[in-house]
């Protein structure tokens, strides 16, 4: 059965930090790219972060970029959210999401991606 299992969210003030982490299990892993996402309320829900099985190749939308940072380890089928310099506008609920892609495409729409997480959720105080 296919598991991602996202924890570390909470509550933080403005210019804080937060580490996000996503355990996969189920047999995907290895040839997928893994990918976060995030929805505020009352918006769509919007790509953050990306990152490649192969080379580690990594994309950030820019509203995040300089500020957060996504990697993965392999040998502990895990994939990190690294937040830093929060603001308010990035609360909202984080989905760690999973791509089959066993070149170093790295997909960016959530149609493109197939196994979610629950979500978890990120509030940033002012």
């Known amino acids: 059965q296919v598991q991602l299992v996202e924890s570390g969210g909470g509550l933080v003030q403005a210019g804080g930090s937060l580490r996000l982490s996503c355990a996969a299990s189920?047999?995907?892993?290895?040839?997928?790219?893994m990918g976060w996402f995030r929805q505020a309320p009352g918006k769509e829900r919007e790509f953050v972060a990306a990152?490649?099985?192969?080379?580690?190749?990594?994309y950030n939308t820019d509203s995040v970029k300089d500020r957060f940072t996504i990697s993965r380890d392999n040998a502990k089928n895990t994939v990190y959210l690294q937040m830093n310099s929060l603001k308010p506008e990035d609360t909202a609920v984080y989905y760690c999401?999973?791509?089959?892609?066993?070149?170093?495409?790295?997909?960016?729409?959530?149609?493109?991606?197939?196994?979610w997480g629950q979500g978890t959720q990120v509030t940033v105080s002012s």
């Open positions: 189920g047999g995907i892993f290895s040839r997928y790219a």
């Open positions: 999401t999973a791509s089959y892609s066993p070149t170093d495409r790295l997909p960016i729409t959530p149609g493109e991606y197939v196994h």
């Open positions: 990152i490649s099985w192969r080379y580690g190749t990594t």
